[in-house]
């Protein structure tokens, strides 16, 4: 399942642990690494603690910062029918949340879905600094 769906890790520790004091709006956990994934192509970290080692998709058992369990958060894709503000054509795409940031790929790249308004015949590629938006 893990290869044919676009999803995001983040793993959780005590909230001094976090990465730039980044920490989990729901549980208040410090965030030690948070990547989004589309396997074989795209696995982009955000954020990675500094020595925390993880493999693709599995979990370091322990936290570096206090030696302490991480907590795996993944949440998985939803599909979503957009309309065309071009031409009025209904297109689907694939779409990842985590707090207030939106993501799917397109021609293998990922992109803010909240940019991705246009249907495959007027899409153009978005600037590479709207993913930090």
Do not use: W
């Not at 729901?26 to 993880?54: C, H, M, R, S, W």
């Not at 370091?60 to 054509?89: H, M, P, W, Y």
């Not at 949340?97 to 790929?105: A, E, K, L, M």
């Amino acid at each position: 399942m893990l290869h044919s769906r676009l999803y995001i890790d983040v793993h959780l520790c005590r909230a001094e642990c976090g990465v730039f004091e980044n920490k989990d709006l729901t549980t208040g956990k410090g965030i030690v690494y948070l990547a989004i994934f589309d396997l074989p192509e795209i696995n982009y970290v955000f954020l990675q603690a500094e020595g925390y080692q993880t493999t693709r998709g599995y979990v370091a058992e322990k936290c570096n910062q206090c030696d302490g369990t991480v907590e795996l958060l993944r949440i998985f894709s939803k599909f979503q029918d957009r309309k065309c503000r071009d031409c009025n054509d209904t297109f689907t795409i694939e779409t990842v949340s985590y707090s207030t940031h939106s993501f799917t790929v397109v021609n293998k790249k990922l992109l803010r879905d909240r940019f991705f308004y246009q249907c495959p015949k007027h899409f153009g590629m978005q600037d590479g600094d709207m993913l930090f938006i």
